[in-house]
Structures are given as structure tokens and as C-alpha cells.
């Protein structure tokens, strides 16, 4: 099946720093991509759809301002953090779709001081 | 709009008992049905999906799920647990055929005990 691959896998940066997370298809290309967060011992939420060539769409209740999200290729988007706090501390899971069905990245786990 | 409900957040069984994971989904159009299996700390693993098409659903690792319509379920069963079966679970609604705009279940943690 198709690869999805997220850099960094793991992050431990200060309050107030803005942080990047990199979502790639490896072996295909994919116009959308999707951003979802985990909390700890919870499911995933959807928080934003990532669209190459134009403005991503956020889900209710996501600042767009701070989840920046840039889909640069039809291989590439990324999601930055911007002046993060303690509360962001999440696992960012990215995914996007291939042949019919949706390919998941590992996931990156973000851990704000 | 669409929501998913999974009956246990913690579900314990012996290897080679059956194992059976719970999933009753509300939507207001037909719905595509799917379950998913995370490792720790890692990204999601498709293990069937229901698209219309027939009611028992066969997917990877031994494990089949059966689309119930009257009873609005998608459980998720493999008659024989191993080991490797321990994860979390996730059952997931989509109003789009492939998955797009996913809604998750909560996930069901799976135990193996030997």
C-alpha cells in the first residue's frame, strides 16, 4: 500500500515556540491531506483539511491562525504550531488518500514545556 | 451528522478465545464503515471497510466485522485472539465512500492476556 510519512516522529520544544510537522506521500501523490490530533487515551479529532494550491479547510473550533497548515507539492504539507503551550502537548496524526482509501502517517508526538 | 459509540474503552481476552470489539455508529445518510488498529505510537492500520456493498465485511489479521443496519452496529470479531491482536481499536464513520472527514469512536483497547 501506499506511505505516509511524518517528520519529526517525536518534539519536546519551550512554551511559545512554534514548532513544524511535516507530512509527506512517498509514493503518490495526493492533493488533500488531512490533520487530526490525539490526546492521550482518546480518539482522533479532525481538526484540518489540507489542500494543495489553496487555503486549508478547519474544522469548528481550530484556530487557524495558530495551526498553520501549508500544502507546498502534491507530496508535502505541514502543519506548524505557532506560539505553542502546554495544552498543544498532543500526538498529530496526518493521513491522505490513495486508491480509493486513506493512508495514515505514524504520527508525531509534540510535547510543549 | 454522523458519531460512533464503542462499548468498552477496555476489552481483556484470553489468547485463542474470541474476541469481539463493539461499534454502533448515528447517521443521517448511508454511512461508510471502517475499523482501524494503532500500535503504540503509531499512525492507523485499515482493517475492513463497509462500502454498501456486502454486509460481512472480511479484513486483515483474521478479523471480519458484519454491517447490522436494524441495530445501526459494525462489530468487530476474530474468533481466535493472538498476542499481536493487543492494540487499540478504532471504529470510524465517513459520509465519503474513501474515507474522507472521518468521525472516530473513542477506541477500544485491546488486551491479550496469555
Known amino acids: 500500500g501506499a506511505v505516509v510519512s511524518q517528520h519529526p516522529s517525536r518534539v519536546i520544544c519551550k512554551s511559545g515556540t512554534s514548532v513544524k510537522i511535516e507530512c509527506r506521500s512517498l509514493d503518490f501523490q495526493a492533493t488533500t491531506m488531512f490533520w487530526y490530533r490525539q490526546f492521550p487515551k482518546q480518539s482522533l479529532m479532525l481538526m484540518a483539511t489540507s489542500n494543495e494550491g489553496s487555503k486549508a479547510t478547519y474544522e469548528q473550533g481550530v484556530e487557524k491562525d495558530k495551526f498553520l497548515i501549508n500544502h507546498a507539492s502534491l507530496t508535502l504539507s505541514t502543519l506548524t504550531v505557532t506560539s505553542a503551550h502546554p495544552e498543544d502537548s498532543s500526538f498529530y496524526i496526518c493521513?491522505?488518500?490513495?486508491?480509493?482509501?486513506?493512508?495514515f502517517g505514524p504520527g508525531t508526538r509534540l510535547t510543549v514545556l | 451528522a454522523q458519531s460512533v459509540t464503542q462499548l468498552g474503552s477496555h476489552v481483556s481476552v484470553s489468547e485463542g478465545a474470541l474476541v469481539l470489539l463493539r461499534c454502533n455508529y448515528s447517521s443521517s445518510v448511508p454511512p461508510y464503515l471502517f475499523w482501524y488498529v494503532q500500535y503504540p505510537n503509531q499512525g492507523l492500520q485499515l482493517l475492513l471497510k463497509y462500502t454498501s456493498a456486502a454486509t460481512l465485511v472480511k479484513g486483515i489479521n483474521g478479523f471480519e466485522a458484519e454491517f447490522k443496519k436494524s441495530e445501526t452496529s459494525f462489530h468487530l470479531t476474530k474468533p481466535s485472539a493472538h498476542m499481536s491482536d493487543a492494540a487499540e481499536y478504532f471504529c470510524?464513520?465517513?459520509?465519503?465512500?474513501?474515507?474522507?472527514?472521518?468521525?472516530f469512536g473513542p477506541g477500544t483497547r485491546l488486551s491479550v492476556l496469555p
Open positions: 470510524a464513520v465517513s459520509e465519503a465512500r474513501y474515507g474522507q472527514n472521518f468521525v
Open positions: 493521513s491522505a488518500p490513495s486508491n480509493n482509501e486513506q493512508f
